[in-house]
């Protein structure tokens, strides 16, 4: 919701655009006008993160009228919101100028039903401002490609070149398609306005930050664009251009080479503006442009050439198959190759893909039988270059299966069908669901049979085939009966204890499962569980609290169809170890426990450690004794049998005191030379060593070693490299116990 307020921010951004020019004609007192046309065609039903298109347009909107200044004079119109399929549904809601409060509760009112005229809108709006006699302003917001007019962009150039100063701000929301992005962007650029995309929040925040901020230029000349596109309303061209703007006396007033757009400062009046390309020899002229004082003016002329396609593919197809398409074409940015119902617009199709993907083409053809037609679609302007008439025939298909089946039971379903496309399936539902609804289901391209899981509820279901997600080729009745399971497992049984569970049930699929859980606790809640699939009887785990628990038989991760009460009792354990040890010492620790299982350990740790904390432990399952050695640091410690790796079933304090070491070496020793250094210390445990290092070194930082568990002296090669050095006693690879001072000397 955050990039769609920001998206709504920009209206308010482009409403001051509008009046930027007019606040500083003090002379002329002008406030500043414009209509925001609101598209109301039914695809501003689609969604945005669970919300309507319609509904943020309508909540954002109620926000920006309550905060845009009294001084801005706006009105309202819609389209597509009254009517399906009609191409006239146009409506000035509010005329310019209205109260806020009017135009808030009209677009309340609006609800989308139809088709997209943005051209018929975008002009009907134009002359409401009476664009030919004073500066007008149009802010388009809409959320797709125009439906009725074959060229809105052309419509929107039109009034531009017919206007005084006529500019459309174009809010493209929610666009995914390349080439309607591209309609929508050239209706803003061919008239000088701005386009943005709601998909840019960055954008739009940066474009808040230069606008609304920044102080209005003063106009106080008239500002001339020049743009030249290739064809009407295509790509604007942006190298290689020579212009000449003449006034109706012929003199030149502007002349440029090896340009493309250009920005000129001018006098008022009427002119003629010619523009070639030296490198193609296109030229394009308009005569008798009129330029009134102080505005913005943009001219567009379109450079035209011949554009010529061709396509080829078979005569007919088979509903929802694949055809492939040959083809020539211009290949320009944006072109592709449609399929669309025959006399459709040519700006509709079922399905499409863009002539940059390769040639052949291959599309999907429709799942409805009929006449259709295969078109080259010139990409920017949307333009019909070619087409060819293609036949979709009836696709067929049929289901074999058993007609009942156990609830939550895989049954092979065979079939047979067209050849396999995305989206085409079988599946099991209801009768009178939809035809795109499913349950469980299987592509048909996974090949017959199809392995089909059956609803968990019993009741009368449809197995269907579904082709391209939409329509319903063949059907077959099952009846799904209730599945039957028992279970068999103790009354009792002690926390944490590892229990068995007889059972039987339906043939065991995946989602099936032995579990144990509260009594009132929903299906899918579970503590300890166990696949069906894996075998009677079932392992599982108790509870590690004690209370009243249910074993269970959960079939689809959904539904319980077996329960058995089972009461789980405390579990009880005793540890057994001598109440003092030194640091690092390894300590035989004797203890009772329930049968032990996974996550069941003894540990040493600080009496106030939360119970999943550990330092040196060992399973439970490894029997007793267990031996632990001790931390390295002294102090007030706790021995836990912990169950379940979370609850602490047994501890005994014990006190850890310093561990004591000495060491006894030459001061001096010839460089690489073996050296004895006898040692005495702590029971000697993994990670203890006699080590020589640099005095400053950190205790893990060594030149070389030797284990304390090979006995007293160690033997221990000295550096190569002559100095200072220092002897240790390592203990647990981390802790330095005792230290001397060696000096290493020149080797002989």
Not at 151 to 158: E, I, L, N, R
Not at 252 to 271: C, F, L, R, W
Not at 301 to 328: C, H, Q, Y
Not at 628 to 647: A, D
Request: include cysteine.
């Amino acid at each position: 919701m955050k990039r769609l307020a920001h998206f709504f921010a920009l209206v308010g951004l482009l409403l001051t655009a509008a009046n930027a020019s007019a606040a500083v004609r003090e002379d002329k007192k002008e406030t500043g006008e414009a209509i925001l046309v609101l598209d109301g065609s039914g695809s501003m039903w689609g969604q945005i993160d669970g919300k309507a298109k319609i509904t943020i347009a309508k909540d954002v909107l109620s926000d920006l009228l309550n905060d845009l200044p009294e001084s801005r004079r706006l009105g309202l119109m819609a389209y597509g919101h009254r009517r399906k399929g009609d191409c006239s549904d146009i409506e000035e809601m509010a005329a310019v100028g209205a109260d806020r409060r009017a135009i808030a509760e009209a677009v309340g009112k609006i609800s989308p039903k139809g088709k997209t005229p943005m051209a018929d809108s975008i002009k009907q709006a134009a002359e409401k401002l009476k664009y030919t006699e004073k500066k007008a302003t149009v802010i388009l917001i809409s959320d797709g490609i125009e439906t009725c007019a074959p060229d809105p962009c052309g419509v929107a150039t039109a009034l531009e070149q017919s206007g005084v100063d006529f500019t459309a701000h174009v809010v493209g929301f929610d666009i995914s398609g390349e080439n309607d992005e591209a309609q929508l962007r050239c209706i803003a650029e061919n008239t000088g306005g701005k386009y943005v995309s709601a998909s840019s929040a960055g954008e739009l925040a940066q474009a808040l930050k230069e606008t609304v901020s920044a102080e209005p230029e003063k106009i106080t000349v008239t500002k001339v664009r020049l743009r030249a596109t290739e064809l009407e309303g295509g790509l604007v061209i942006e190298k290689g251009l020579s212009w000449s703007v003449m006034d109706k006396t012929g003199a030149q007033v502007y002349t440029s080479e090896n340009k493309g757009m250009v920005d000129i400062d001018i006098p008022p009046g009427a002119y003629d503006v010619e523009v070639t390309r030296p490198s193609d020899g296109l030229k394009g002229i308009l005569e008798d442009i009129k330029i009134s004082e102080n505005t913005w003016k943009t001219v567009t002329i379109a450079l035209t050439f011949p554009v010529e396609a061709t396509v080829r593919s078979d005569a007919e197809g088979m509903a929802g198959t694949n055809v492939k398409i040959d083809w020539s074409g211009p290949k320009r940015q944006g072109d592709y190759i449609s399929i669309a119902e025959k006399d459709a617009d040519p700006q509709t199709y079922d399905s499409y893909q863009y002539v940059a993907q390769g040639n052949p083409a291959e599309l999907r053809l429709p799942v409805e039988p009929g006449e259709y037609v295969i078109r080259y679609m010139l990409g920017r302007p949307i333009r019909n270059l070619a087409e060819t008439a293609i036949t979709v025939t009836p696709a067929t298909a049929t289901l074999m299966a058993k007609e009942e089946a156990i609830a939550g039971e895989e049954i092979d379903v065979e079939f047979t069908g067209p050849p396999a496309g995305s989206g085409d399936w079988v599946t099991v539902v209801p009768p009178e669901a939809e035809d795109k609804a499913y349950k469980n289901y299987a592509y048909s391209r996974q090949g017959s049979p199809a392995k089909i899981r059956m609803p968990l509820e019993p009741g009368d279901y449809e197995l269907r085939f579904v082709q391209n997600n939409k329509k319903v080729l063949a059907r077959r009745p099952i009846r799904v009966l209730e599945a039957l399971a028992t279970l068999k497992g103790p009354e009792t049984a002690i926390a944490g204890e590892e229990v068995k569970v007889e059972f039987t049930g339906p043939k065991p699929a995946s989602g099936d499962w032995i579990t144990v859980t509260a009594p009132d606790a929903p299906a899918k809640k579970y503590n300890s569980y166990y696949y069906t699939r894996q075998g009677s009887p079932a392992t599982v785990r108790m509870p590690l609290e004690p209370g009243e628990y249910e074993l269970r038989f959960v079939q689809g991760n959904d539904k319980v169809i077996a329960r058995q009460p089972i009461t789980i009792t405390q579990a009880a354990a005793t540890l057994t170890a001598k109440d003092e040890a030194v640091t690092g010492e390894t300590l035989s620790i004797q203890f009772t426990g329930p049968k032990a299982a996974a996550s069941d350990w003894i540990t040493v740790t600080k009496p106030d450690d939360p119970a999943k904390t550990y330092t040196d432990y060992q399973y439970a399952k490894g029997g007793s004794p267990a031996n632990i050695r001790m931390p390295l640091e002294p102090g007030e410690y706790e021995l836990r049998f912990v169950q379940g790796g979370e609850k602490i079933l047994a501890r005994k304090p014990v006190k850890v005191t310093q561990a004591v070491a000495t060491l006894d070496g030459p001061a001096t020793a010839p460089a690489g030379k073996v050296i004895d250094v006898a040692f005495s210390g702590p029971p000697f445990g993994s990670g203890d060593y006699i080590a020589i290092a640099r005095p400053g070194d950190e205790a893990k930082k060594y030149e070389s070693y030797v284990y304390t568990k090979l006995g007293s002296p160690a033997k221990l090669r000295i550096p190569k490299e002559p100095g200072s050095y220092e002897l240790r006693f390592i203990q647990g690879n981390q802790k330095i116990l005792a230290r001397a001072p060696i000096e290493v000397l020149p080797g002989e």
